[in-house]
């Protein structure tokens, strides 16, 4: 499953997500700058923040609560497109999609 990241320059890094691991991962295995993680994947600190830009495989499925919160609460300029990568399932229908890291919290 590939799945891209803009980085906060324009930089545009393609990863081979693995199924089954929430997104966040993928993009810290290769050090897609901007995806802190700090609490490690709990819906807590939103430094795993992105907006979606691009699903051609179909909408996600909507944020649970807890990542709402978050991203209402502490995510740096949120946005209706925002969600947490750690939030995130990676299934087939992630493929081709396209997210843009977002700076800060
Ligand atoms: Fe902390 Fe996603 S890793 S909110």
Redesign the pocket.
């Known amino acids: 499953v590939q799945v891209t990241f803009i980085e906060a320059d324009g930089t545009r890094r393609t990863v081979e997500a693995r199924e089954g691991e929430p997104l966040?991962i993928s993009a810290r295995n290769i050090g897609v700058r901007g995806i802190v993680?700090?609490?490690?994947?709990?819906?807590?600190?939103?430094?795993?923040h992105c907006y979606v830009i691009e699903t051609p495989g179909g909408d996600l499925p909507a944020p649970r609560a807890d990542e709402a919160d978050?991203i209402e609460f502490n995510a740096n300029e949120p946005r209706e497109n925002s969600r947490?990568?750690?939030?995130i399932m990676v299934t087939p229908a992630l493929d081709g999609a396209v997210f843009q890291v977002a700076t800060g919290r």
Do not use: K
């Open positions: 966040m993680a700090e609490c490690g994947g709990s819906a807590m600190c939103a430094t795993c978050t947490l990568t750690c939030q």
